[in-house]
């Protein structure tokens, strides 16, 4: 919401990106604070909000789902975000409402984001389809190992000049100048390819729309770990491509993840494969097989695969991968954000800056962490499924 920021935006490299006309400021942000965003924010811009998304849906000649792409930990993203997703539930509630959420760091500088984060994950249960869940440590962490491959020159690349990860004078940025740029670069891919079957055609083109009918067995559990590979895409950096498959096994690797999760130790509801560039459905078909004894799929659902190949690579490789795994290793963040949020509110740490705000009660902090618990204990009874022995059904005795 603030002016200096989104001005920022639109006197930068990306400003030819934005409609101007479609940009909602005021004078300040929402002060990190959920109720803000939401209950005030919210209200106050609701009808100019409404009217700008219409506009741009009329615009759209085959609208198939809406993206948000929020953070969790301030009070705009969280609170202002989680109001549009309501908004956009009662405007077009026929339209999947896909959101990208970037949560905070246990390091953050948002001493509130606990607050946030569990506020907004009560709406993100409730009003989401599909949620695809980023960490700020899991791309940090993705970015320091792009500067220590490059420094130790294992990758035998090179960086371009002018790019993401080199300063103005041409040298290796370090990773403590906090390269927000190189993060976002990230996220911006993972969009890129989820999307590449609308935009570009292909041998098996997925909908947006069939990952959330293949992927999401049940409403709540619409949480998908997003992967990449290679991760260097938007970089800027001139890596050789990997092997074909090679990059399906690091797609299910820890170092790929966009959260800090293992899923080959978790168990998975379901998979989809988004394939960009020169790769045959049988190389697809070979690479499942190949995997599969790797992986902990539940018991009726082995064969949760879905599969899309679109024939246009990304800028400057052969062949890319994007992994979206419903997973129960997204546990531990949502039990990390609990004990942080628990920790402030058993001492109701800062809690009267949020009760001041009309609209805003103690019941919202109670209801939000009882629905997060919720979500928790239903992935317990999914993980305590894992290490039942799988049967196969009897066969049908016919009587002589």
Same mark, same amino acid.
């Given at each position: 919401m603030e002016e200096g920021v989104v001005n920022e935006i639109l006197q930068g490299p990306l400003r030819d990106v934005f409609d101007s006309k479609q940009l909602i400021t005021d004078v300040s942000g929402s002060g990190n604070n959920w109720a803000v965003g939401c209950k005030v924010y919210g209200c106050q811009y609701r009808e100019n909000i409404v009217e700008k998304l219409r506009k741009t849906a009329e615009h759209c000649d085959c609208l198939q789902c809406f993206f948000i792409i929020h953070s969790m930990g301030g009070g705009t993203g969280s609170g202002l975000g989680t109001?549009?997703?309501n908004l956009l539930e009662d405007e077009f509630p026929e339209v999947y409402r896909f959101v990208t959420s970037v949560y905070p760091s246990g390091e953050d500088d948002v001493i509130t984001s606990p607050y946030n984060s569990v506020l907004a994950m009560k709406e993100l249960n409730e009003h989401a389809d599909c949620v695809l869940p980023i960490e700020n440590e899991s791309l940090f962490d993705i970015v320091n190992k792009i500067h220590q491959m490059i420094n130790s020159g294992k990758l035998g690349s090179t960086v371009k000049p002018?790019? $993401? /990860?080199? #300063?103005?004078?041409?040298?290796?940025?370090?990773v403590q100048e906090k390269p927000f740029d190189a993060m976002n670069n990230i996220v911006a891919n993972l969009l890129l390819n989820l999307t590449s079957s609308a935009r570009f055609e292909g041998s098996l083109n997925m909908d947006l729309n069939e990952i959330s009918m293949n992927l999401v067995p049940f409403?709540?559990?619409?949480? $998908? /770990?997003? #992967?990449?590979?290679?991760?260097?895409?938007?970089?800027?950096?001139?890596?050789?491509?990997?092997?074909?498959?090679q990059m399906f096994s690091d797609a299910f690797s820890r170092d790929h993840q966009l959260i800090r999760a293992d899923p080959k130790h978790s168990l998975y509801l379901a998979c989809a494969l988004l394939?960009?560039?020169?790769?045959?459905?049988?190389? $697809?078909r070979r690479n499942i097989e190949r995997l599969k004894p790797s992986l902990h799929f539940i018991s009726w659902n082995q064969e949760g695969w879905k599969t899309s190949l679109c024939s246009v690579p990304p800028?400057?490789?052969s062949h890319s991968l994007l992994a979206l795994a419903n997973n129960t290793c997204v546990k531990p963040t949502f039990m990390e954000l609990k004990d942080r949020f628990m920790k402030l509110y058993k001492k109701k740490a800062h809690l009267h800056h949020y009760l001041q705000v009309d609209g805003m009660e103690q019941g919202c902090f109670s209801e939000a962490i009882s629905s997060l618990s919720d979500l928790i204990e239903e992935y317990n009874e999914l993980d305590a499924s894992k290490g039942g022995l799988r049967t196969d059904p009897s066969r049908l005795k016919i009587a002589v």
């Open positions: 109001f549009v997703l002018n790019s $993401l /990860v080199t #300063s103005s004078a041409g040298t290796a940025k370090t409403p709540r559990l619409h949480y $998908l /770990v997003s #992967s990449l590979t290679p991760l260097y895409t938007l970089a800027d950096v001139n890596i050789p491509s990997r092997r074909l498959d394939v960009r560039g020169n790769v045959q459905v049988s190389d $697809l800028v400057g490789h």
